[in-house]
């Protein structure tokens, strides 16, 4: 049987301020406490709920009532008690909020002041930037510094800042190439074109920071374009610069004044075909106490599209104190190799290199090899981070934490249609983004386009069937977080640029401004319509062909733009061609003029073309020797480059050359240690450059060997590895000059021919000397946008009012004549194609006045008269570059360069009205704070300096 509960209930009461209190009684032994009420209730399970009733105790008989009398409480108190407690809440709630607020404010301004100048602070704003809200620029001036023009120079050079004179403004050195490059170019040039400086094809240039003025000019056997300006290599208080060029030029000048510290000389580690990159500093390995120096020589300028037979690239080390080379070993898949390489740091003091294989029509991958190992020559230890089964890595990456687990990660731009973040940690994919039937030679410039703490990149990719051809250019930035554009749709232009951008570090996240270039056609703005050439054009021709005069009878223009989340949409102009033709052709020099007063000054030249048995045996570009008339052939055809020094020659198909088997790779290059006394060794083997090919197919058209035997290695090189019947069929499309193979021979029994050509040339001179607007008044040149350009301090005093809104920036550009091609537009393909179709029964017909034509001449007439037909013909007018069987060294047409530094003033419209008190404008970063500032990174080894907190 279930018992009952019994709950009790006890209640005070307090009446007229008297308290009852009840006295505990002993009771039977248990201690009873009673008051003044009892509320009993019975629970019982065999009762329904409403039988429960209340019971009430009877009361002791024995209690007593104890009486406690108390002072009543104040009235006024009970009155405002409750007052007393709300207020005092509300205190607390509201002093929780000011926290709460005070602690979010605090955040967002340390967020957005992690990047403010060091001890200073915005002239005129008195308000504290933790209560301000601080905002990105969205007003850009620019203004001129100083401009220089020099005439017959080009670039596609990295600009370094050194301060060459010590006066505390940092100078910028840069290198160049001239208008008279290439192999086998006779010496004659130099004395028509530079003055009688020899050499006169290439160099590095030093130009006075604050006012521009050139401070020294050193000229070299061939381009320079791959500076490092790190150290100080002499220890004059100076920096140096290793100077990286083409064809095999590597050396170290002092910038104090222009002299040469050291050159990479004539060693079995090179080849003379084959380029250097931008070099990269290393620990030292030689025990000297200098840094020692890693290069990647390669690249096969020479080599048709497609061609199976492609020059393995090679690595190598370098005494920095003597340019002595330490080691060299071929790459480990063998392949071609155009790229820069990367040095990267582990926390443990290891050091890695960063290098890329393959070319523009060859796949290739992305390679690690610690720099003991290459030190060792264990290539093999070497591990592949990617790959692509149809093209190669050319392009320089961005080094740059992207996880934030204090590693960099590597963020490169695939030259097939791709960028790829991988981990710097595990080597994997974090992610990629395609840019389909496009390709690229530009490095991602790194910033903080949105408000994330995670760096961004502004990528630049051209659209088409693929170098030289192609229709447009895209540009758009990629979230770093994600992978995802931000920049959708990107911004288009129909010629567009291969230079690599810069970006602007500005206080605060997601306020930083990238600089870029773009170029297109006037009214014709980011067109997109396919295009072709006439069947037979060479590719260097279409390379430097006048795209907007042939697609739509336009004139170009050019655009250095800076681009941010602020600044107005499609970008804030910083340069425009358009409004600097007067300065870009005020120092240009009518070459034709020079040659013809070079002639009238030295008649010997007519007697030198006349005698048939006159040899002209100059120490030609390094001491090479030639055999051969003022008008043979060189290996230089007059035109500037039009693309990234990155990639392979793309050339013509290839005269009486056999077949070329499948491709092969095999053992063309080997590790040869410093040093090495190996009685195996044949230094010979190393020059087997494409072992599938019969000695014949390279064989020398000329008798020349060098200390090893090895026929033609320092002798011209083109000569060394192309039969002597190619006919100049060989071009270098990577490169501001067209290069091709040496047709090697006497003159015996060429005097009309020569005479000829000489008469020609002098009539040609007259009649240009004559016309009074003759060159770029006709036709204003072809400018090429390739170098990229860098940052510098601004030249205002700290005082200035202006100090913190600007900075400066330094760049170059060029012009050269264009060549005399023929596009094919889609109407005139069309005509094209309906013509062809009635091939047959016309060219059949007697009637016809196609008749007796094979289809090569069918085809050929029926263009010209499609083209005809829609007036889409190139005119006769105008001053082209010569083709490559028109080279005479008396008709070398140049352009000029020409050198800016601007300010850039950055300012925000919203501190003009009544509500500036509420914004702080985001001010720049100092110039040892940008992160970004010149090809390849601030510093030329492509890591981002991540912010300073």
Same mark, same amino acid.
């Given at each position: 049987m279930a018992s009952a509960r019994v709950f009790f209930s006890k209640k005070r009461k307090n009446r007229n301020g008297f308290i009852n209190e009840e006295i505990p009684v002993v009771e039977n032994g248990y201690d009873v406490q009673e008051s003044d009420e009892d509320e009993v209730f019975v629970q019982d399970p065999h009762l329904e709920i409403s039988a429960s009733k209340p019971l009430m105790h009877p009361r002791t008989k024995s209690q007593r009532t104890k009486v406690k009398t108390r002072t009543s409480e104040c009235q006024f108190f009970s009155l405002f008690k409750p007052i007393f407690y709300?207020? #005092?809440? *509300?205190?607390?709630?509201?002093?929780v909020m000011a926290t709460i607020v005070y602690i979010a404010n605090k955040h967002t301004s340390i967020t957005n002041s992690v990047l403010v100048k060091q001890g200073e602070s915005l002239p005129g704003d008195t308000v504290k930037s933790e209560r301000a809200i601080l905002i990105g620029c969205d007003k850009l001036e620019v203004s001129d510094v100083w401009v220089v023009g020099i005439p017959k120079l080009l670039t596609e050079s990295a600009f370094r800042l050194v301060d060459v004179?010590?006066?505390? *403004?940092? &100078?910028?050195?840069?290198?160049?190439?001239?208008g008279a490059d290439g192999y086998g170019v006779k010496e004659i040039v130099c004395d028509i074109y530079f003055d009688g400086n020899k050499p006169c094809y290439g160099g590095l240039i030093a130009l006075d920071g604050a006012t521009g003025k050139e401070l020294w000019r050193r000229y070299?056997?061939? @381009?320079?374009?791959?500076?490092?300006?790190?150290? &100080?290599?002499?220890?004059?208080?100076?920096?140096?610069?290793?100077?990286?060029?083409? #064809?095999?030029?590597?050396? #170290?000048i002092s910038c104090k004044d222009g002299a040469v510290l050291w050159e990479l000389g004539k060693t079995e580690a090179i080849n003379p075909v084959?380029?250097?990159?931008t070099p990269q500093y290393i620990n030292d390995i030689t025990g000297d106490d200098i840094p020692d120096i890693i290069l990647v020589h390669g690249g096969d300028p020479l080599q048709e599209a497609g061609s199976a037979h492609r020059l393995s690239g090679r690595?190598?080390?370098?005494?920095?104190?003597?340019? @002595?080379? *330490?080691?060299?070993?071929?790459?480990? &898949?063998?392949?071609?190799?155009?790229?820069?390489?990367?040095?990267? =740091?582990?926390?443990?003091?290891?050091?890695?290199?960063?290098?890329?294989t393959g070319g523009e029509t060859h796949n290739g991958s992305l390679w690690r090899l610690e720099v003991e190992s290459l030190k060792q020559g264990l290539r093999d230890r070497s591990v592949k981070l990617s790959s692509d089964t149809h093209k190669g890595f050319m392009t320089p990456p961005a080094l740059v934490d992207i996880t934030h687990d204090g590693i960099e990660d590597i963020i490169v731009p695939m030259f097939n249609s791709t960028i790829l973040a991988l &981990?710097?940690?595990?080597?994997?994919?974090?992610?990629s983004l395609r840019f389909p039937m496009s390709e690229t030679y530009s490095t991602p410039a790194?910033?903080?386009?949105n408000e994330d703490d995670v760096p961004d990149f502004l990528v630049k990719f051209a659209h088409g069937p693929g170098y030289p051809l192609y229709y447009y250019s895209e540009t758009t930035v990629i979230d770093g977080k994600t992978g995802k554009r931000l920049i959708d749709p990107p911004l288009r232009d129909t010629i567009g640029s291969q230079s690599s951008p810069l970006t602007v570090a500005m206080e605060g996240l997601g306020n930083d401004a990238f600089i870029v270039w773009m170029a297109d056609c006037a009214g014709h703005e980011g067109a997109t319509e396919e295009f072709s050439f006439v069947k037979g054009t060479k590719d260097h021709e279409k390379s430097r062909s006048n795209l907007c005069r042939l697609r739509f009878k336009s004139n170009g223009f050019s655009k250095l733009v800076a681009i941010s989340r602020t600044l107005p949409k499609g970008g804030t102009p910083i340069y425009? =061609?358009?409004?600097?033709?007067?300065?870009?052709?005020?120092?240009?020099?009518?070459?034709? *003029?020079?040659?013809?007063e070079y002639i009238i000054k030295h008649s010997e030249i007519f007697s030198a073309a006349s005698e048939a048995s006159t040899q002209w045996n100059d120490a030609d570009n390094g001491g090479y020797q030639f055999a051969e008339s003022l008008y043979n052939q060189p290996d230089y055809v007059s035109t500037h480059r039009t693309s990234s020094k990155k990639g392979p020659g793309i050339t013509s198909p290839i005269v009486n050359r056999k077949k070329a088997s499948k491709q092969n790779y095999n053992s063309r290059t080997q590790y040869v240690p410093k040093g090495s006394n190996n009685d195996n060794y044949n230094p010979s083997s190393s020059f087997n450059l494409h072992p599938n090919m019969a000695d014949d197919e390279y064989s020398l058209p000329y008798r020349d060997t060098d200390t090893f035997g090895n026929r033609g290695y320092y002798n011209p090189p083109y000569g060394a590895y192309y039969p002597a019947d190619d006919k100049a069929a060989h071009y270098n499309q990577r490169y501001p000059h067209a290069y091709r193979s040496v047709n090697k021979r006497t003159t015996t029994g060429s005097y009309p021919k020569n005479m000829m050509k000489l008469k020609r040339s002098i009539q040609l001179i007259n009649k240009r000397r004559t016309r009074r607007h003759v060159g770029p008044h006709d036709d204003e040149g072809l400018q090429r946008l390739l170098s990229t350009g860098t940052l510098a301090p601004t030249t205002f005093a700290q005082s200035h009012s202006d100090y913190n809104s600007t900075i400066d920036i330094i760049f170059a550009t060029y012009w050269f004549f264009p060549s005399k091609t023929q596009a094919i537009l889609p109407q005139d393909q069309k005509c094209i194609a309906d013509k062809l179709a009635k091939e047959g029964e016309i060219r059949l017909d007697p009637e016809s006045s196609y008749y007796q034509m094979n289809h090569d001449e069918y085809e050929e007439a029926v263009t010209m008269e499609c083209l005809k037909l829609s007036d889409h013909q190139v005119s006769e007018e105008g001053v082209y570059t010569h083709s490559d069987d028109e080279y005479n060294p008396l008709d070398l047409n140049m352009g000029q360069m020409t050198i800016y530094r601007l300010r850039l003033k950055f300012s925000c419209s919203q501190r003009d009205n009544s509500t500036k008190t509420k914004y702080k404008c985001a001010t720049v970063l100092p110039y040892t704070q940008q992160r970004w500032a010149g090809y390849m990174g601030s510093n030329g080894d492509s890591h981002w300096l991540p912010p300073m907190h």
């Open positions: 709300f207020v #005092a809440l *509300v205190s607390v709630l509201c002093g004179n010590q006066d505390g *403004v940092l &100078d910028v050195v840069l290198g160049f190439a001239t070299t056997l061939h @381009e320079i374009y791959g500076l490092n300006c790190q150290y &100080d290599l002499n220890k004059d208080g100076v920096k140096d610069c290793l100077s990286a060029g083409r #064809a095999g030029t590597f050396l #170290a084959m380029n250097f990159y690595l190598m080390l370098v005494s920095g104190k003597t340019g @002595e080379v *330490v080691m060299w070993t071929g790459v480990p &898949d063998n392949r071609e190799s155009y790229y820069s390489p990367q040095i990267i =740091s582990h926390l443990d003091g290891v050091q890695f290199l960063i290098f890329g &981990d710097g940690k595990t080597y994997r994919p974090i992610w790194v910033g903080y386009y425009n =061609s358009e409004q600097r033709k007067t300065v870009e052709h005020s120092k240009w020099v009518n070459t034709s *003029v020079e040659a013809y």
